[in-house]
């Protein structure tokens, strides 16, 4: 589960749609990506604040292209993936009713704590990273947790840090400039995270939000030195760990490739990779 509680109000952040295919590169030769497997559902709010969000998430059919993006996927039952208000600020997946859940709440929250436009921070993370980042790395931790459920994939450790590194990895997989821009985003995330709770909690089944923001950073590093480099120039990273970062993004790779690439269609995978995506913001 990823929960995030009122101390974000400090930074703020912004809704997104996750990775869109980009209409203007795609030709009417390109084969439909679709996957039976995967059910999408924008539930009607019941409160009025919310209902202008979900007509726009709606209209932008964010769901829809969601699903093409995991269409590759080869499940053994049908994974349900909705929006939905959930009076708590979150994102979650159940094994019980076989869902992803991503809250109305979350994304009101983000629009109302967006950070001003053309403001990188440390000269490194712009605005556009902080919201695309954040959400898809939301949304696919969740999707990691579903797949650890339905696929049954054995995991050593924290099943939440290797949600972490499942998100990372997938964000890894698109191209440098989805790569940069998510990898940014999720490092944002628990920056901020870090900032507003300098208190850890030892005892949650998450590693603190300073060790999350390592888990990100250091598989950018490992998987695509040259494209995330500035991040050990500007101590984002610290050079001991960046040392062994390529070790974590291979350690990473091996796991997924064992464990999960086995259920994945391999031709469609490479449709997915090879279409253009574009990371837009719908804000209000």
Known sequence: MHRIVAAWASAGLATTLLAAPCAQAQTTAAPELKNPRISIDYVEPRRARYQGLYERLKKRQVLEQLAQ??????????LRIKFEECEM???????LNLRVRIC?????????HAPPENAPINGLITRKDAIVGTVVSVILHEVGHALFDLLDVPVLGKEED???????????????????????GAAFDWVTFASASPK???????????QRVYTFVCLGYGGDPDTFKDYVEKELLPRERAAN?????EQTKRAFTT??????DVDMMKQVQSRSWDLSVDGK
Do not use: W
């Not at 600020?89 to 094994?95: E, L, M, Q, V």
């Open 200 to 210: 850890p909690h030892f005892d949650d089944v998450h590693s603190t939000p300073q």
């Open 245 to 249: 970062c390529k070790n974590e993004y």
């Open 162 to 184: 290797a949600a972490d590194q499942i998100a990372g990895f997938i964000m890894l997989q698109f191209g440098k400039d989805i790569a940069r821009t998510t990898i940014n």
């Open 104 to 112: 109305y709440d979350l994304i009101d929250f983000m629009e109302r």
């Open 89 to 95: 600020i979150n994102a979650d997946y159940s094994p």
């Open 259 to 264: 464990t999960i690439l086995p259920y994945i």
């Open 69 to 78: 993006f995991l269409s590759p996927l080869k499940l053994p039952l049908t």
